[in-house]
Every structure is written in C-alpha cells, then in structure tokens.
C-alpha cells in the first residue's frame, strides 16, 4: 500500500514512537510544493517551530528566506523538512534513537517528492544524509549524485545567525543549487 502525504501528516500528528512526543508541543510537518525538484532537510524544530507546528517561522526562518531570495527562489518552489519532526527540548542535537525513529517519515517524504536535489542545512542532516562523517566547513557547496538525485549541503541559518560571515558563503551555495536545478531542467 501506497502512503499519501495526507497520510503521513496524519501519523506524525498524533506519533509517539520517541520520548519527544511527550515534550513537544507540536510536531512540524514538511512544508512547501509537493511538486518541488529541490528539498531543504534541516535539523530539527526550534522552539518557535515547535509553537507553531511550522517549519523556519523563527529567526533562522529569516534568514533562510533571504538566502532563497538572493537566489531567486521563494518557499512555494521547494519543499522544506527536518529529520525529526519534534523539537528537542533547549535546541540540543537530536539523540541517535530519535533520528532513527523519526527517519521513515523522512524516507516516505523524499519518496512522495522524488527530488531532484537534496540541500542538507547543517552538519547533523549532512551527517544523517550524505556521510556520517561529513565536515560541512570544508565539504559544504560540494555535490555527490544518488539514485538520480544531486546532494549537497550549506550551513545551517542557525549557524550564520552565530557566524554572520558565513552568510556569503551559503550564497553562493544556494546560487549554485539554482545553477543545477537549471542544468537537470535542460
Ligand atoms: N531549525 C531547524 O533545523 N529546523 C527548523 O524548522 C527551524 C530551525
């Protein structure tokens, strides 16, 4: 049987296969264009994410939306999630067992989407997706191709928020995946 997006919104609403069911307020979904040829995965839910059952509503939100408009893109093109879909309670990095339980809604995500191009926002989707050791200062910007699908990863905007001078960097970054996305449309 074939799962919908419906669906899974509906499992993860009401999901309690981790300890962070009972500390969230609300789970936050994927959000964007299921048609998207580009999908961002990021973290985790911060605490405004976690208010709003949205993900990017707070600050790094913010900077993530000028990142995507210096490059010309807007939400309504891509499609935006995290690996775990509960907030981890004072922004601490997600704990191996609540990767491992939250990863299928993940994987039934990216396969419903069929992305083009996966952006890993930040050294723990990096590591969950394209390497467990994956050093995003000095492999970010690069590419690897899997089953069709272009990977890569930029800074987290939560980093940039710490580190302002990583912001051009993630520029260029966001303007190369732009530059791919018109490469594989032909
Ligand atoms: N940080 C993340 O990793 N994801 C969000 O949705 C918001 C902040």
């Known amino acids: 049987m074939q799962y919908t997006w419906n669906?899974?919104?509906?499992?993860?609403?009401?999901c309690t296969q981790c300890p962070l069911s009972q500390t969230r307020n609300r789970p936050v979904m994927g959000r964007g264009s299921h048609e998207a040829a580009i999908m961002l995965i990021a973290?985790?839910?911060?605490?405004q994410?976690?208010?709003q059952g949205l993900p990017?509503?707070?600050r790094s939100g913010e900077i993530l939306d000028r990142l995507l408009q210096d490059c010309g893109l807007d939400r309504d093109q891509i499609y935006i999630t995290n690996i775990l879909k509960c907030h981890p309670p004072g922004n601490r990095d997600p704990k191996e067992?609540?990767?491992?339980?939250?990863?299928?809604?993940?994987?039934y995500e990216t396969f419903l989407l069929n992305p083009k191009i996966i952006v890993c926002?930040?050294?723990v989707a990096a590591?969950?997706?394209?390497s467990p050791d994956y050093k995003i200062t000095r492999?970010?910007?690069?590419?690897?191709?899997r089953k069709h699908c272009a990977l890569t990863a930029t800074y987290h905007p939560s980093a940039i928020l710490r580190d302002p001078s990583k912001y051009d960097e993630a520029k260029q970054d966001f303007c190369e995946i732009v530059r791919k996305w018109d490469e594989l449309q032909g």
């Open 139 to 145: 492999q970010h910007g690069t590419w690897i191709c």
């Open 7 to 14: 669906d899974i919104e509906q499992y993860i609403a009401v």
């Open 97 to 107: 067992v609540e990767k491992e339980a939250c990863f299928p809604y993940l994987k």
């Open 56 to 58: 990017f509503v707070g």
């Open 127 to 130: 590591q969950r997706i394209i």
């Open 43 to 47: 973290e985790a839910p911060g605490g």
């Open 49 to 51: 994410e976690d208010q």
């Open 121 to 123: 926002l930040g050294r």
